[in-house]
């Protein structure tokens, strides 16, 4: 049964300094820009949308525009698994050799579907990176194919973070296995259905849908440090020069490697359909509390990582699927940021405020950690956390 969601707009707050970085930011209406909604529980606050979806078309982002969500897809995929240990298919508990053939069997022994879920496997990214072509359009099940050649890891599991993106693929596969059902449809049933997400949907490059952003990139522009992944960008076509002079190159499908991917961050959706998410996940709608809690358990300490700097900051834990922050002075919180090709995302929620954070971009030359940090300033300003 989806759930059918009415927001209601008439607590708007005003947000001074939030909403002047907004504009800051977002300022011209033929540049990539941004959705941003800031809400308590059902009641959104605030809510601006700014800049382009399509360079080419000039076509204006607004509430219905779907942002490539990056590695906020990997909640969707976590949950799905907790969803299928609810109903007794399988057990995070599982030894992942359960799930997998011609890998090293001494090697993978003691690695957990919980490991997986919570980048704690020690599991190497390796994918082949000889062939580009093969790195712009490899498949979830493509990208895996690389865990025949491993033969040690860089820790024992359970002990250290290290954040990747290929064992969110064994759990693509782990989802069909267990389910019966392509990856694709299992998520549709359980995951946009049941929260009432119309506008989500998986990346198929043969797919078309309506207004689906393409995600940019600055000729010239510093990316920032917050960011999943350091692969190196590569232009190969004519900028588009927005009124300020600014040169923007398309940098989705095509252009950028591992895009094709769903279960570690293929999802498109919407700055709505993902408050929709919150709302369901965090009341029962998705899965049960028990297991909510432990996803949003610090299961791995991502502070201090050796082996990773990817949101490696001071109180900083991974569940499963979900960062937890517990700044001092802070209720804590629940997040998830996403890179992929020009997008950014950050989606976050303070649990005992049910207080819901989303900044979807179709660009990445900003420092998102600035603007989540002056958020939250003002949010806690206002007494909201």
Known sequence: MSLLLCFACSNQVEFKRIDAEFKHRYNLTDAPGAAIIIAKGDSILYEQYAGVADCLSGQAIDSLTRFNIASISKQLTSVSILSLQNEGRLNIDDRILKYLQNVDTIVFKDVKLKHLMSHSSGIPDSRPRNDREWMLKATDEESILYLDSVHSLHFTPGTAYEYINPTFQILYSIIQQKSGHSFVDFQQENIFDKAGMCNSFYFDCNAHHDNVAHGYVCEGAEESDDR?????????????????????????????????????????????????????????????????????????????????????????????????????????????????GGFQAYLAYYLEQKISIIILENRNDYDRWDFVKLIDAELREKGLI
């Open 228 to 340: 999943d992944t350091s692969k190196p960008t590569i232009f190969s076509d004519k900028p588009i020069i927005d009124s300020s002079g600014k040169k923007w190159h398309e940098y989705d499908y095509g252009e950028e490697t591992f895009f094709a991917t769903k279960a570690d961050g293929g999802c498109y959706s919407t700055a709505r359909d993902l408050l929709k998410w919150n709302i369901a996940l965090n009341s029962g709608k998705i899965i049960p509390q028990n297991l909510l809690d432990s996803a949003y358990s610090k299961f791995t300490v991502v502070s201090g990582s050796d082996f990773c700097n990817y949101q490696n900051r001071p109180n900083t834990f991974y569940g499963f699927g979900f960062f937890i922050d517990s700044t001092p002075g802070f209720p804590t919180k629940i997040y998830h940021t996403g890179d992929n």
